[in-house]
Every structure is written in C-alpha cells, then in structure tokens.
Antibody, heavy 126, light 108 residues
C-alpha cells in the first residue's frame, strides 16, 4: 500500500524558508504529478505546485517567485521550499499524488488526486 | 474565467438527497473530481472522471456533468456525510490545477 509520509519544520519566523518533505513508500514516482497543496486555517485548498516524474514543474503564479519543488528519486522523496515566508503562509501543507486520465477517442480527460499525505501545520510567527 | 465556483454552504435533512454543484468554464473540457474533508482531516477522493468512485466510497455518492457545471449528489444523506466538499479540475487555458472554494454540507 502506497503511503505519503510528510516531514519538516512546523514553526518559522517571518523571512525564513519553509522546507517540507514527503516520502513515498510502497510505490514508485513514475507517471504521476507530485503536488503540494496548502490550506490556511478555516479556508479552502490552494494548489502550490507540482512536479511530474519527468522532472517538469508547474507553480501557482501567485507563489512562483518563492517556490521550489523537487524530487529525489533515490530516496523516493518529494520536497517543497517556500522562501521569505510571512504570516499569510501559515497553513496546513499537504503533499498529494496526482494523475491524469486521457482517452481522446472517448472524449475523456480528467485529473485527480488519489493519495494525500496527512498534512503538516506550518505556523509563521515572530 | 479561471475559477471553480461552489456554494459556500448547503444543508440537507437526514436521509434526503442533496446536490452540490461546481461551476466553471474549464468544466466544459475536463471532468471534475470531488473530495470530502472532515475537520482536522486530510481530503479524500470521492468521485473522479465520469462518475467513478474509489474503493470504499459509498454508492450513495455520485457525480454528473452538464456544460460548465459538475455536480456531486448524495442520495440518502447520512450524518457522517457532514463535511466540506471540494471540486477540482485543470484550467483549460493555463492547464494549471483549480480547486473550488468548497461547500460545507450540514446534515440536519
């Protein structure tokens, strides 16, 4: 059974760099879009960015200048770095496994997240 | 526009049927997926693609699509269905992920 084990510091000061990891056990990195999503307290889900097993990345335009997502295939581990954090970055951060199903002949094209980490609460406070 | 719009809150009487909707232009190109999230818990995939349910998701949950609207229907809502529900798809312009704002379902 594939599991996502999250780790990283939960308390940061403003201007520091958030650094989280997500270890994938029981499965491989191939053919998935490994994704970071966050949820501020009492609010909805916000997509941060993704990395495909090929190495290509996409980032939320509102965070792009501060975000780096990478993978270490030797460790089966996904990483997130978010620089220059402020109180607005306080949130629960989730890693998730994304998939795309495409069958053009049938007119089917859909994306979904089938597996989520348990989340890491990151608090930014002076 | 690059948005998915959900009603912030919906309520349903125990045992009745409720539909939670998600609107957005991108839904004309992509099927939505739906996630249930209970307080303090991780979101869970409930519906994906053309009304597919992962193993373990009750059959009272179903999904449908029409034009720019995706719907999650619960037929015979139970007390344990009280939760937040989020829709998701990709933006057909940028191809970046989009989440709806979430709907808080209350079972009366």
């Amino acid at each position: 059974q594939v599991q996502l084990q999250q780790g990283g510091a939960g308390l940061l000061k403003p201007s520091e760099t958030l650094s989280l990891t997500c270890a994938v056990s029981g499965g491989s990195f191939s053919d998935y879009y490994w994704t970071w999503i966050r949820q501020p307290p009492g609010k909805g889900l916000e997509w941060i960015g993704e990395i495909h097993h090929s190495g290509s990345t996409n980032y939320n335009p509102s965070l792009k200048s501060r975000v780096t997502i990478s993978v270490d295939t030797s460790k089966n581990q996904l990483s997130l770095k978010l620089s220059s954090v402020t109180a607005a970055d306080t949130a629960v951060y989730f890693c998730a496994r994304g998939l795309r199903f495409l069958e053009r002949l049938l007119g089917l094209d859909y994306w979904y997240f089938d597996l989520w980490g348990r989340g890491t609460l990151v608090t930014v406070s002076a | 526009s690059s948005e998915l719009t959900q009603d912030p809150a919906v309520s349903v009487a125990l045992g009745q049927t409720v539909r939670i909707t998600c609107q957005g232009d991108s839904l004309r190109n992509y099927y939505a997926s739906w996630y249930q999230q209970k307080p303090g818990q991780t979101p869970v995939l409930f519906i994906f693609g053309q009304n597919n349910r992962p193993s373990g998701i009750p059959a009272r949950f179903s999904g449908s699509d029409s034009g720019n609207t995706a719907s999650l229907t619960i037929t015979g809502a139970q007390a344990e269905d009280e939760a937040d529900y989020y829709c998701y798809c990709r933006d057909s312009s940028s191809d970046l992920p989009l989440f709806g704002g979430g709907t808080k379902l209350t079972v009366l």
